[in-house]
T-cell receptor
Framework: DTGVSQNPRHKITKRGQNVTFRCDPI?????LYWYRQTLGQGPEFLTY????????KSRLLSDRFSAERPKGSFSTLEIQRTEQGDSAMYLC??????????FGEGSRLTVL | TQLLEQSPQFLSIQEGENLTVYCNSS?????LQWYRQEPGEGPVLLVT?????EVKKLKRLTFQFGDARKDSSLHITAAQPGDTGLYLC??????????FGTGTRLTIIP
């Protein structure tokens, strides 16, 4: 399978713990995006990489959130000191051309 | 700030019926994508429209991009249960990120 891969698919954690999600994009795609989706809403943009450079971050991305793409391939999204409001589906997408995103299946986070 | 509205929010129809869902923006956009999302999965790209007035057909789905480049519609003919899902429009306002609407949740009743 050569699609976007995300893991873990589900994560349940206690408030205050740190969590990390990994995204493996389609191999030839140089653009990588993170979105967050809560129930009943469309995906909300979090951040965007072109190769290893993080070019844009949403104001939604508080200081507790950090994303990396160290070698321009896979990416990680870390949430420190999780809060119940962080519970959501975290979606990763990659693209070769601006705007045409290919999404992974998402990582669902539940903070108790 | 661009305002983006999708309508209706919810739509439930019988198998075999036709339907249209809409995506409207307060601002002009350079292109637009339509996605379909099933529960527990990521959105899947259906189509990209780039030219004002453009019409694209994908089997029973017809996508239209408004002449003014501020709106788009998706028409489904003879809906089938497999069409059930969340339909999201995502205009591109000339930057790298896509802004998604809240979507139309479509249910096709067998």
């Amino acid at each position: 399978d050569t699609g976007v891969s995300q893991n873990p698919r589900h994560k349940i954690t206690k408030r205050g713990q740190n969590v990390t999600f990994r995204c493996d994009p389609i191999s030839e795609h140089n653009r990588l995006y993170w979105y967050r989706q809560t129930l009943g809403q469309g995906p909300e943009f979090l951040t965007y990489f072109q190769n290893e450079a993080q070019l844009e971050k949403s104001r939604l991305l508080s200081d507790r959130f950090s994303a990396e793409r160290p070698k321009g391939s896979f990416s990680t999204l870390e949430i420190q000191r999780t809060e119940q409001g962080d519970s959501a589906m975290y979606l990763c997408a990659s693209s070769l051309f601006p705007g045409e995103l290919f999404f992974g299946e998402g990582s669902r986070l539940t903070v108790l | 700030t661009q305002l983006l509205e999708q309508s209706p929010q919810f739509l439930s129809i019988q198998e075999g019926e036709n339907l249209t869902v809409y995506c409207n923006s307060s601002s002009v956009f350079s292109s637009l994508q339509w996605y379909r999302q099933e529960p527990g999965e990521g959105p899947v790209l259906l189509v990209t429209v780039v030219t004002g007035g453009e019409v694209k057909k994908l089997k029973r789905l017809t996508f239209q991009f408004g002449d003014a480049r501020k709106d788009s519609s998706l028409h489904i003919t003879a809906a089938q249960p497999g069409d059930t899902g969340l339909y999201l429009c995502a205009p591109n306002f000339g930057n790298e990120k896509l802004t998604f609407g809240t979507g139309t949740r479509l249910t096709i009743i067998p």
